[in-house]
Nanobody, 127 residues
Framework: QQQLVESGGGRVQAGGSLRLSCAAS????????MAWFRQAGGKDREFVAA????????YYAESVKGRFAISRDTAKNTMSLEMTSLKPDDTAVYFC????????????????????WGQGTQVTVSS
């Protein structure tokens, strides 16, 4: 069983930056990919970014391209999300997720394909 713990959320003004981290413990070396999703109040969980654990290929939602950067440290079993030029629409609870088995890139943005989830960290962007 794998445990994921997010950190780094908080409140920031529009245009500001935040860095989220996800620490993986347990069988994290088995991961094929990890990802960030977010969920705003009353809305469905939304894909933000994903990264293949080996090789580090990143994938982004259109809404965050050019503003967010996903990265991972395989030695430390951590994943990060550097968020810049934040907008009020980025306000949500951000969740870290992991998947063990190989998956086509087109499916990495679908929450149902992930095996493990963190508890989430709140990001609030004020205008």
């Amino acid at each position: 069983q794998q445990q994921l713990v997010e950190s780094g959320g908080g409140r920031v003004q529009a245009g500001g930056s935040l860095r989220l981290s996800c620490a993986a413990s347990g069988r994290s070396f088995d991961n094929y990919a990890m990802a960030w999703f977010r969920q705003a109040g009353g809305k469905d969980r939304e894909f933000v970014a994903a990264i293949r654990w080996l090789g580090g290929t990143p994938y982004y939602a259109e809404s965050v391209k050019g503003r967010f950067a996903i990265s991972r440290d395989t030695a430390k079993n951590t994943m990060s999300l550097e968020m810049t030029s934040l907008k009020p629409d980025d306000t949500a609870v951000y969740f870290c997720a992991a998947r063990r088995q190989a998956l086509h890139a087109a499916a990495l943005g679908t929450a149902v394909h992930y095996d493990s989830w963190g508890q989430g960290t709140q990001v609030t962007v004020s205008s």
